[in-house]
């Protein structure tokens, strides 16, 4: 398989670090983007102690501004970026009735306009090399909805809306253009949540546990793959079963 320049968004949280290491141990060249300078680096360091290296540009993806000038920096480091991860996210759950505009309106930003403010820059370079991989990470929470997280499900639904109109816009341009809906990850965002209530989570999951990261960044590295080029405008579900019999 040609190695490719890959930039994953969010690429130091749990998620982010597996599809890291798949990528590069699929031969290609890594980055991601961080807000904090100090933490970023020893992560970078840790990767690097792995044997993995990764490029890294300052770059707050809520921000059209930053997000352009954190591809242009990260191309500069490794040259044009042909696969893409949006992968950076947050949680700010509530009820809906209790929602403060600033928990409605960081997880939308954080979620969803992080995916226009990364891919628009990202995207005219595909379309004039006629290659390209865009994958969207999104939640079986975008498409069942759940209790307390309205922000974050109408952000990961929106995904799904962006994925396919993107994917039938440049399908004929060797772009293809997934979305990837993990189920309940044993990561910070997931371990955050109380135990009991977990525990309730995982008793509706038919595997009867937690996803590994590893396991997200698997089905990445396989859409990214010089063979998937047929593959777009999908989903894929991996939650262990639990989309089944909603
Ligand atoms: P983490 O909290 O471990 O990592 C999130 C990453 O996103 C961090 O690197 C964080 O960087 C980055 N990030 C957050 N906000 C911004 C921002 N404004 N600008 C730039 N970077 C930002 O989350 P996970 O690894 O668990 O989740 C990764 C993705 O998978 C998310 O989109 C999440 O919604 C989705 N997902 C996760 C599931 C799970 O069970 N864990 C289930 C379904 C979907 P920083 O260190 O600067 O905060």
Redesign the pocket.
């Known amino acids: 398989m040609q190695s490719r320049v890959a930039l994953v968004?969010?690429?130091?949280?749990?998620?982010?670090t597996s599809i890291i290491k798949r990528l590069a141990a699929a031969g290609h060249k890594v980055a991601t983007?961080?807000?904090?300078e100090g933490?970023a680096r020893a992560w970078q360091e840790k990767m690097k102690a792995e044997g993995v290296d990764v490029a890294m540009a300052q770059?707050?993806?809520?921000s059209p501004e930053q997000a352009e000038a954190m591809v242009r920096d990260i191309e500069r480091q490794l040259g044009p970026i042909e696969i893409l991860v949006n992968?950076?996210?947050?949680?700010r759950d509530t009820t809906f009735h209790r929602m403060k505009p600033d928990q409605w309106n960081d997880v939308i930003c954080?979620?969803l306009n992080?995916v226009y403010n990364v891919t628009r820059p990202v995207i005219e370079g595909m379309r004039e090399r006629k290659w390209g991989r865009i994958i969207q990470?999104?939640?079986?929470n975008g498409l069942k909805g759940q209790y307390g997280q309205a922000n974050y499900a109408a952000a990961?639904a929106g995904m799904h809306g962006f994925t396919i109109s993107l994917a039938r816009e440049n399908a004929r341009l060797g772009i293809t253009v997934n979305t990837i809906s993990?189920?309940?990850?044993a990561?910070?965002?997931?371990m955050a949540v109380p135990e009991e209530v977990r525990a309730k989570i995982v008793a509706d999951i038919p595997t009867g546990r937690l996803?590994e990261?590893d396991e997200i960044a698997y089905a990445v590295a396989f859409l990214t793959d010089d063979q998937a080029g047929w593959i777009t405008g999908s989903n894929l579900d991996i939650n262990g079963g639990h989309h089944m019999g909603w």
């Open positions: 968004t969010g690429g130091t949280g749990g998620i982010g983007n961080y807000r904090d933490r770059g707050d993806v809520t992968n950076a996210g947050i949680t954080t979620n992080s990470i999104s939640s079986i990961k993990p189920g309940y990850v990561t910070d965002m997931v996803g990261p």
